[in-house]
């Protein structure tokens, strides 16, 4: 499966694609499935504020120490109902980003202190 953006395809229905343009214009073959950029693909700050506080609340012991595993993420989360929000609304690859880039926040913090 290939993730490119197309230029133009064949057909309007991504079942009957025929032929299909990479980005540089090159033609794919008619086997290979064209799957556009999603629109979160260059957007930043996909958390808002109000996720972020609540991520910083439930998981202040993950991004404080230890592993910033699957397992830890989803037992704090379902711990209160707006954790488990989170859950419905991020994927767990998301949420673990998101944990490690505030536990480099703080590292950082720390560090000019």
């Known amino acids: 499966m290939r993730l490119l953006e197309p230029k133009h395809a ?29 629109s979160n693909a260059a957007s930043k700050d996909i958390f808002s504020k109000v996720d972020t506080e609540v ?3 439930v998981c202040a012991h ?26 419905e609304s991020f994927s767990l690859f998301q949420l673990r980003n998101r944990l490690k880039y505030e536990r480099q926040k703080v590292a950082l913090t720390l560090k000019k202190h």
Not at 15 to 27: F, N, T, Y
Not at 71 to 82: E, G, K, N, P
Request: hydrophobic share 35%; glycine share 6%; charged share 20%.
């Open 62 to 87: 993950i991004i404080a120490h230890g592993l910033i595993s699957d397992t830890r993420i989803t037992d704090a989360l379902h711990q209160t109902s707006d954790g488990r929000c989170i859950l």
């Open 55 to 57: 991520i910083h609340k």
């Open 10 to 38: 064949a057909s309007s229905d991504v079942g009957d694609l025929k032929h299909a343009c990479s980005a540089d214009g090159v033609e794919v073959d008619s086997n290979s499935v064209c799957i556009p950029l999603s």
